[in-house]
């Protein structure tokens, strides 16, 4: 196998961040890509055609200004393509394709299940975005998908391969640098969720709750840095300020808490807030025996407090990250060398089915013990 070629299935949001981070790698080659929406191609198309021109036009303006911008290159014929890309409006014709190595799936939450099904029986590597899924049976049903294929399935949780956490994760569990994990919590306190097609990620039907498509991936870098899986999960949540927006009402909670116990008898919190104001940056924050270490998502920073060290000790982790420019300051970029190693050598992803199903499983029990009176979900 030469490079590895790709095509993306649903190229509007996240799948153009994936297109931007695979032309960075020379090793791969996206020759086809998949949406069923005409205008979110020919949004791509533009794209294509001048990355920056529509980049730019989406910087820095409010949430509906943005979305009216986007429209506007979403409706506006893009001029016509020659490059080496196949366009395709049904992903099952492009999974057709005997020269296509791997898929990225990129489509909205409930859909990941179906289409990783496709792409894995079509004897395509799949990379499939985050969540695995939304609901217990459809996570049973990849489970036993995935276990029965021989090609590699690697979940989109990209946050494990940003240096902060490939850090934070290599002082704590293999240099014991704070002891003993004992307790670990993490913060998100941001605004409400961007518009989307269909704005599907308003919809728990479509989603399985913000605690299954949003905060996955903060249990599972919890779980990761305690180095355990999660036996318990409890949590209280509301919705009271998120209920009409982008002309539609939401059904989904738009803030709370979550409590887990590790099997390894660590604890663990999540606070979710999707109306804030502020400009706290999300974090985690894992505290040993001996110490406590804080790393800081935007800033790509750890923060390290030992016990009876007055000075706490700051590490730039972020600091010779070339790619924190692409999407998700980069760990898309890191994530797809990781596929693209297992493509080529076999080996288990990091991020593989096993961490794809605890991240769900602890996002669906939350959605389960808030909808149930708070009653502990055992896992
Ligand atoms: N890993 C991350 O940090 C991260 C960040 C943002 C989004 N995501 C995930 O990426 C996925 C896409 O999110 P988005 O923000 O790009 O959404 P979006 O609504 O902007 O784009 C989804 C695209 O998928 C297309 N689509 C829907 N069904 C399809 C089908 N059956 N076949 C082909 N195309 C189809 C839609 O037409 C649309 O163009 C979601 O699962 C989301 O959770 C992950």
């Keep these: 196998m030469d490079t590895i070629k790709y095509g993306i299935i649903g190229v509007r949001g996240m799948g153009s961040g994936h297109y931007r981070c695979l032309e960075a790698i020379p090793d791969a080659e996206v020759i086809a890509v998949a949406d069923n929406r005409p205008e979110s191609l020919n949004l791509f198309q533009h794209r294509l055609h001048d990355w920056d021109a529509v980049a730019d036009s989406l910087k820095g303006v409010g949430h509906e200004a943005r979305a009216a911008r986007q429209e506007e290159w979403e409706t506006t014929p893009a001029p016509p393509y020659n490059g080496p890309i196949t366009f395709f409006s049904d992903y099952r014709e492009m999974l057709d394709l005997d020269d296509l190595d791997a898929v990225v799936v990129a489509t909205p939450d409930c859909t990941h299940v179906e289409i990783v099904l496709d792409g894995l029986a079509a004897g395509k590597h799949v990379l499939s975005e985050k969540p695995a899924a939304t609901t217990v049976k459809q996570l049973s049903t990849l489970e ?97 300020v998120v209920k009409e927006i982008y002309g539609i009402k939401p059904d989904i909670f738009d803030n709370g808490w979550v409590t887990i116990e590790y099997e390894n008898g ?91 199903k605890w991240s769900t499983l602890v996002g669906l029990a939350a959605e389960e013990s808030a909808r149930n009176s708070s009653t502990p979900v055992s896992l």
């Excluded at 479509?206 to 899986?229: I, P, Q, R, Y």
């Design 144 to 240: 036993a998908a995935v276990a029965k294929s021989d090609r590699t399935y690697q979940v989109g949780l990209e946050c494990r391969y940003l240096p902060t956490y490939r850090t934070m994760r290599r002082m704590i569990i293999e240099e014991n640098a704070i002891g003993r994990p004992v307790m670990t919590w993490c913060l998100e306190f941001r605004g409400p969720f961007l518009r989307k097609v269909d704005n599907w990620i308003m919809s728990q039907e479509k989603t399985g709750g913000v605690f299954v498509e949003k905060t996955c991936h903060f249990f599972d870098l919890m779980a990761w840095l305690v180095d355990s899986v999660p036996k318990t999960v409890t949590a209280v949540a509301g919705q009271d």
């Design 266 to 356: 660590a604890r663990g919190m999540l606070g979710l807030c999707m109306f804030g104001a502020g400009r706290k940056p999300l974090s985690i924050t894992v505290l040993g025996e001996d110490g406590q270490m804080e790393g800081l998502f935007g800033p790509q920073k750890i923060e390290v407090a030992k016990r009876g060290v007055p000075q706490m000790e700051v590490i730039e982790a972020g600091a010779d990250n070339e790619h924190a420019h692409l999407s998700h300051g980069g760990g898309v970029y890191f994530e797809h060398l990781a596929f693209i190693d297992s493509i080529r050598t076999g080996r288990t992803p990091l991020t593989d089915i096993e961490t794809a």
